[in-house]
Nanobody, 120 residues
């Protein structure tokens, strides 16, 4: 299973970005895909998740600003981020697991290389 993130960049406060996680290999729609982020000197935290059932989860602090979705045709998972704030500055990673066991980093076996988001 390979995960490749793209779509990061630099934006001003209030701007928007859409991150893409391209999923390839043996991972199908049954996989649990979660977006994490890690800011300098902070722990990696879950931002939004797409469960194998199709249900979605967004961290309470980001509800209303972030949405997660999947394109079944391309097997890509998107993180739409609106009303961005400087506190959203971080490296964003997507992670996958055949089992939706939780939202901690150790629940996920497959990781992308990350894409940087900078909000100023």
């Amino acid at each position: 299973v390979q995960l490749v993130e793209s779509g990061g960049g630099s934006v001003q406060t209030g701007g928007s970005l859409r991150l893409t996680c391209a999923v390839s290999g043996d991972a199908g729609s049954q996989y649990c895909i979660v977006w994490f982020r890690q800011a300098p000197a902070k722990e990696r935290e879950a931002v939004a998740g797409l469960l194998s059932s199709g249900a979605t989860w967004v961290a309470p602090s980001m509800e209303g600003r972030f949405t997660i979705s999947r394109d079944g045709a391309s097997n890509s998972v998107y993180l739409q981020m609106n009303s961005l704030k400087p506190d959203d500055t971080a490296m964003y990673y997507c992670a996958g697991s055949p089992h939706c066991a939780g939202l901690k980093t150790y629940h996920y076996v497959y990781w992308g290389q990350g894409t940087q988001v900078t909000v100023s």
